[in-house]
């Protein structure tokens, strides 16, 4: 979009991005508590993720004929199911949570011991881990940069695994106790993970780490609003509870009830931004008077929630009337979808191909569209005949193929015959997905069969009309007994010339044509043979 000065002075302006609802609280805003142990049953909760819009809780026994349960909720904090920790005879059971939701895969640990969950709470991974001596692990999260699992007690080092358990960085705790561990892919330093300190007689406190060096530095003392205790927990830090922002995640194991704390982190305007043409990020400016300036609004999906519209305001402010302008945008998230169907034009359902006229042929089909605008889109063109099929393949943007029929039925590596229709279809493919056209349409191929060797005596005349009665295909079968035009037609009682069969000088001998009366109604027909002062009738019925 262009901005134009059409006045007789400087335009000084700003540009801010605005979302809906709170995402536009600072950040470290408590945002809201969701009680969640009086709903469970259970007063002895640990860690939290979100995935897959569902809370997943872990919890410890609430009894001793129990087990530690991992919890399901909804995201309004209401219990779905449930299901089993690792029968292990530990104490605690599972203390924190990670989530992998590239993959789907809640991760937690028992003792020196890492498991991987399906949502469904069915196990997929499981690796021993050594902690430098310490036992029991606290803390966990996944690192989605590095693909990477920190893990750490109390007070022990964090310690980064693979999925397969090889061990492959350590970072110093710098002399914190360590809770909880999150991790923030896009936060804006270098500072991904975070970790809950809480000394012994002092405030929850939030600290985070370079990975890659290993310095850290407090972010944030956690006071609630109401005054509530912020007890040892699990934390975590997601773009997926709510759409418009990344939120930091607390289990509160409180005497006055367990809950999950929800804190602001930072409102998600990733995917919207202003440019001054394809680089530089456009937040404010000066456009000189009688000047222009263009802007370009880059859109971004990647990692947004699929089959959601996302809403947001630019907010245009300058020193013209009105002062300010504002600009909607929505940018409605469909996911990875196959190509769209799409139709196939010619030949038309049931078009007759005769060689002895012309053996070429063009198929034409319409473009299909890929909503996913980064993916190509080929093509491949299916012949079948006989329970026999095969394809060749087409170029992107390309939306027909021409060749003579019988030398593409070679190609393929199928036979053609008179009494066989040829079906054909188009195939969209782009990426991984695959389209079929709304479509498979049908074919007569009627290719002029000659009999007889050179030298055979040859009858003139209409020889066969096979079947009779037919329902939509029968086979003339005439002779010529000397080189001259022939002209088969056909025509309805009243005498109405329907269909010319064929009109050409043909070799000498008997041959076969086949007509294709689809389209005709149910009755009699004459079959009419002429040539120079010869004629040969025969009637036929079609019977639908």
Same mark, same amino acid.
């Given at each position: 979009m262009s901005v134009e000065n059409t006045g007789n002075g400087p335009l000084e302006w700003t540009m801010e991005r605005h979302l809906p609802r709170d995402a536009d609280v600072a950040p470290w805003v408590h945002r809201e508590s969701i009680m969640v142990g009086d709903t469970i049953g259970n007063s002895r909760l640990n860690g939290v993720v979100f995935g897959n819009d569902h809370f997943f809780v872990s919890g410890r026994r609430i009894d001793d004929d129990s087990l530690h349960q991992i919890y399901v909720l909804s995201k309004d904090g209401e219990l779905i199911r449930s299901f089993d920790q690792p029968d292990v005879g530990d104490r605690f059971g599972m203390r924190d949570l990670a989530w992998d939701k590239h993959n789907s895969i809640l991760w937690g640990a028992v003792e020196q011991v890492v498991y991987g969950y399906s949502a469904d709470g069915e196990q997929v991974a499981r690796f021993e881990v050594d902690l430098g001596g310490r036992s029991g692990i606290q803390a966990i999260v996944w690192d989605e940069i590095n693909e990477l699992i920190w893990v750490a007690a109390t007070v022990s080092d964090i310690f980064g695994f693979t999925v397969e358990g090889e061990h492959q960085a350590t970072l110093n705790r710098r002399g914190l106790r360590i809770y909880g561990l999150a991790y923030w892919p896009d936060a804006p330093d270098d500072y991904k993970l975070y970790d809950l300190y809480q000394s012994t007689d002092g405030p929850s406190q939030v600290y985070k780490f370079n990975t890659a060096t290993g310095d850290t530095t407090l972010v944030k003392t956690l006071l609630h609003p109401d005054g509530l205790a912020i007890d040892n927990g699990g934390i975590f830090a997601t773009n997926q509870f709510d759409v418009y922002s990344w939120v930091f995640m607390h289990l509160a194991d409180a005497a006055t009830g367990d809950r999950i704390d929800i804190w602001q982190l930072d409102a998600r305007r990733d995917w919207f931004k202003l440019y001054f043409g394809e680089d530089e990020e456009a937040d404010s400016g000066r456009i000189d008077a009688s000047q222009s300036t263009d802007f370009v609004l880059k859109l971004n999906s990647v990692d947004l929630p699929q089959d959601v519209v996302f809403e947001s305001m630019l907010e245009f402010y300058h020193n013209a009337v009105p002062f300010m302008d504002i600009i909607d945008v929505s940018l409605d998230v469909i996911g990875a979808r196959p190509p769209e169907v799409f139709n196939l034009l010619e030949p038309a359902d049931w078009d007759t191909i005769n060689p002895v006229f012309d053996d070429s042929i063009t198929f034409v089909w319409e473009l299909s569209n890929d909503p996913n605008v980064e993916e190509e889109v080929f093509y491949e063109l299916w012949l079948e005949a006989d329970g026999d099929s095969g394809y060749i393949d087409i170029a992107t943007d390309q939306s027909e193929y021409a060749g003579e029929l019988t030398a593409l039925s070679e190609d393929i590596g199928f036979g053609l015959d008179v009494d066989i229709p040829v079906s054909w279809w188009v195939r969209?493919?782009?990426?991984?997905?695959?389209?079929?056209?709304?479509?498979? =349409? $049908?074919?007569?191929?009627?290719?002029? +069969?000659?009999?007889?060797? !050179?030298?055979?005596? /040859?009858?003139?005349?209409?020889?066969?009309?096979?079947?009779?009665? =037919? $329902?939509?295909?029968?086979?003339?079968? +005439?002779?010529?007994?000397? !080189?001259?035009?022939? /002209?088969?037609?056909?025509?309805?009682?009243?005498?109405?010339?329907?269909?010319?069969l064929y009109d050409r000088t043909p070799e000498v001998g008997y041959h076969k044509i086949a007509w294709n009366a689809t389209s005709m109604a149910s009755g009699l027909y004459i079959i009419r043979m002429e040539s120079t002062s010869r004629v040969r009738t025969a009637k036929v019925a079609l019977v639908r």
């Open positions: 969209a493919i782009s990426g991984e997905d695959t389209t079929e056209s709304a479509d498979r =349409f $049908n074919l007569q191929f009627m290719p002029n +069969f000659i009999e007889g060797k !050179a030298g055979t005596p /040859v009858e003139y005349g209409l020889h066969s009309i096979y079947p009779t009665p =037919f $329902n939509s295909m029968t086979t003339v079968r +005439f002779g010529v007994d000397m !080189a001259e035009r022939i /002209v088969l037609k056909v025509y309805d009682l009243q005498g109405r010339e329907v269909e010319t």
